[in-house]
């Protein structure tokens, strides 16, 4: 086992480890923001039928040579065909159809007129030019034709993909699966959010802000609760994670915890991949995985990501490194989170050999971002990551950023490019 | 009733229409994304009592004075405190607890020597230099303390606020109620997802487009099929309607429709406000409201949106006009989609009077985004909406937008500023 990766390194170390999940059938309307997995090939045309782009008339082109605004041809409406009508019979020489938008191009029709270059009068139509052939037609098939690939595996699924989903009548969508992910926290001094916290209790609060950034990638968290500081309490919980993609665990703060956790995930047939990475918060991240079908039942070859115990510590290291694979797993390509180049608001030192993760707000300054670290950096201190907008990178081997210095920001808040005004 | 407004005084007018929707307590873990209501005050303090911020030794600075590394103290290890454990009894002169990171400072301590800075010998411990008053001790209290105010009142629950919640023993969390959205859609041509489109019907796509729209956003869509072209049809859907916080309609195409929405609407009470905007796609939009209370059972005072019957149309006028008046609804200040300076790929030109939405993809050149049309910009053709990262902005009165003019983009793929790769 490896000890000490740089941020890099250990990225690599877990991307080549992780695998894409297989497909699953779920409704087009519960796909939002899952990735296709196999591409959708139409079987209709769409629009179905040659239709009207206008509400006008279906005319014979040929009944309105020489057609001008001073030289009017008068035709007879035959019938009317509304969307989603159809016409009752073929145009004869000399009638028109009046039409709408949508509406199928009645047989022997060729272009169609909006309704604007016509004038009625009593019962017939004055046409003031003649049409190009197919004018305002839309042919069957135009949009979407039979056998067209109309949107390819590895495409998010937004709203207007389950529009066009439902417009080819498909109500079933093949998907990769949602990762799930086994949440899981040890130590003797957790509690529950509803436990008594008298005596130096704390909130297992780690549980609840992993399992939600599980939630908000649109992941499957599963939480199994705490386990106590005793190897059988940490290995019943493991065993009840063997069956999920990931699992992620977060150790409470004493150290005997950590060699429990080790030495079961050895029991249980889990290689260690490495352990510490060279970043702050967050060093004592321990990674491994189960081989597929191997002896103690990790059937699909669960990753295990062992994180911190110190809330900061455990929600950054998520971030780095959970969020990407979980991603990955689910399909997506576009994995991270996005990245600005801005300014240091005020000189940060730190001695070389970790790369540090600032917490900061970002102040638009003259057209460029300024960065400025929240209160504490502190890794117990949970509320500076709610103040956050994101995490400066405070390089490895770097020991001064100094004020106005470039420096790159990874954005952390999903709503960081909202705009309270439209803009336009 | 107004018609043609210009975007601008449609989305001022909305605005001015809106209401904030009242509060609802939930789960926290099922808060993700929701905007609380009112200020959390904590009822404990984080960290609950003085306690180490490392693993090392507890001790009395008195009994250091003078160590150093060459000048070392040697004191005995009276007893351990792990992490919510808690030390039996106060620290007597000469003695210090070994101590880890979280755990309680004992009586009489008044500062701890991380483990690094110390040596082991037979039974006691050496101590190369004197710390600090209070060095490595986190002070109750420090995080968070009894009566502060932790979270305020429209902050966005992302997972380190959930995490905090969790901290402080909070499991239920006041929020704004989410939008119910009643999603109508009417004409004789629409069938289902799963209906039969021969003879020219065709599938009420825009249903399932618009039920994802506002289930991306976090709102309540309920879905109350199609209406056919009849009074007493359109009248029985609106009246199922009513109890919403909003009904989004969207029109089949033929003329005959809108008249028996905008009647049935007035006959039900609704004052209808303006009728078409002067964009495209989209000019033919609606917008009413039913006064709060009033006889036909609009409690709450719904907002009506007509939307137009071509999907494009439908679903760009749901981005600009009722996304942002549903997030708004929710208690959300940042309710507009990010805006981008852009190039234009290639020379536009349109007709002045009507300001345009041009689905574009962007493309990165020089270190500026470049805008291209996507294929058609038929309003009929969905796919194009799939293809489009946003809408590039051709405004009002212009006739041109020349290759390499700048221009405003909206974008609306949510995950568009994600990477592919860390970026650091």
Known sequence: MRQGLNVAEAREWIEGATPVLSAERVGASEALGRVLFEPVVSTRRIPPADCSAMDGYAVR????????????????????????????????????????TGAPLPEAADAVVKQEDTREVGGGVRFLCQPEPREHVRDAGEDIDVGDVVLDPGCVIRPSEIG?????????VAVHRRARVAIL?????????????????IVSSNSYTLFAQCRAIGADPIYLGIS?????????????????????????VSVGDHDHVRSV???????????????????????????????????????????????????????????????????????FRPT???????TLR??????????ITLEEQDGEWVAHATGSQSSGVMRSLTQADGLLV???????????????VQILDDGFFAAERAGF
């Open 340 to 346: 600005l180049q801005v300014r240091v608001g005020e």
């Open 164 to 172: 066009v989903l439902a417009s080819l009548g498909r109500s079933l």
């Open 265 to 335: 995930l050895e029991k249980l047939g889990c290689r260690l991949e490495f352990w510490g990475v060279n970043m702050k918060p967050g060093y004592p991240l321990a990674f491994g995985r189960f081989e597929a079908g191997d002896s103690a039942g990790g059937l699909c070859g669960a990753l295990v990501f062992g994180l911190p115990g110190n809330p900061v510590s455990a929600s950054v290291t998520f971030e780095q490194f959970v969020r990407p694979t979980l991603l990955r797993m689910m399909g997506h390509t576009r994995c």
């Open 228 to 252: 106590r500081d005793r190897p059988e309490s940490v290995e019943q919980q493991f065993r009840a994670a063997l069956h999920a993609d990931c699992i992620v665990s977060s150790a409470g």
């Open 394 to 408: 405070f390089p490895l081997e770097a020991t001064e950023l100094a004020e106005g210095a470039r420096a790159t």
């Open 185 to 201: 926290s040890g130590g003797d001094e957790l509690v529950e959010v509803d436990g008594d916290v008298s005596g130096g209790r």
């Open 61 to 100: 082109r040929a009944d309105l040579a020489g057609a001008g605004p001073d030289d009017p041809v008068e035709l007879r409406v035959a019938y009317e065909v509304a969307a989603g009508g159809r016409a009752l019979q073929a145009l004869a020489r000399g009638e028109v159809a009046r039409i709408f």
């Open 350 to 359: 730190k001695k070389a050999g970790r790369l540090h993760f600032v917490r």
